[in-house]
């Protein structure tokens, strides 16, 4: 079964630093990624996502994610973060070609933005 | 023309008591989910619906019970609440193009329920 790690289940940045947010999956197949983002008391709202192509996906307010299949890993960074970047990111993997085994989501990582 | 919604919001009820989750999807997607999200923050499948269809039933209690009306509705009905049950509940929908599944999650707002 597939399984996604989240090495950091909080990450304290100040503004306008730069973030990375580590994912690592331990699939060896191929495999879709993506990353949502959760702000209080809502839904998750999808950030980016790869399915293939190019391994630098670009997603909404300003993140990017790096596919790294070697090192099963997708990363999520952002050059510069802003106080209402502060919320809970969850990195997730779906089996194409497994139906009905899909979305495995990691733990989540707590990013909060400090003034 | 909110995508995926569902109701209520926040549902506070006694334990032993029965409580329904509503869910609509306006996508046009054809593939629903309920997950569970625990005081942590982790996110656990329990039921997935493809066209009506059952298609994941993860290790959860029969007290709970989906029901997939339409391809745009899947509610959730849990029967005989115990305090562990106390969580938010997320409904998601995705579309599956043949065999090929290439369609992110798309999540409702969550229904926070609270059993006392």
């Known amino acids: 079964a597939q399984s996604v790690t989240q090495l950091d289940s909080q990450v304290p940045v100040f503004e306008e630093a730069p973030v990375e947010l580590r994912c690592n999956y331990s699939?060896?197949?191929?495999?879709?990624l993506f990353w949502y983002v959760q702000y209080p008391n809502q839904g998750l709202q999808l950030l980016l996502k790869y399915l293939s192509g190019s391994t630098l996906v670009k997603g909404i307010n300003g993140f990017e994610a790096e596919f790294n299949k070697s090192q099963t890993s997708f990363h999520l960074r952002k050059p510069s973060v802003h106080i209402s970047d502060t919320a809970e990111y969850f990195c997730a993997v779906s089996d194409p070609d497994n139906y009905g085994q899909n979305f495995v989501f990691g733990p989540g990582t707590r990013l909060s933005v400090l003034p | 023309d909110t995508a995926v919604s569902q109701t209520p919001k926040y549902l506070v009820t006694q334990m032993g008591n029965d409580k329904s989750i509503k869910c609509e999807q306006n996508l046009g997607h054809d593939t629903m989910y309920w997950y569970k999200q625990d005081s942590k923050k982790f996110l656990k499948i329990m039921f997935s619906y493809n066209n009506k269809e059952l298609i994941i039933n993860e290790t959860v209690p029969n007290r709970f019970s989906p029901k997939s009306p339409d391809k745009a509705h899947l509610n959730l009905h849990i029967n005989s609440l115990e305090l562990g049950d106390s969580a938010v509940y997320f409904c998601?929908?995705?579309?599956?193009?043949?065999?090929?599944?290439?369609?992110?999650?798309?999540f409702g707002n969550g229904t926070r329920l609270t059993v006392t």
């Open positions: 998601a929908s995705s579309l599956w193009t043949g065999e090929i599944h290439n369609s992110p999650l798309h």
């Open positions: 699939s060896s197949v191929s495999v879709y």
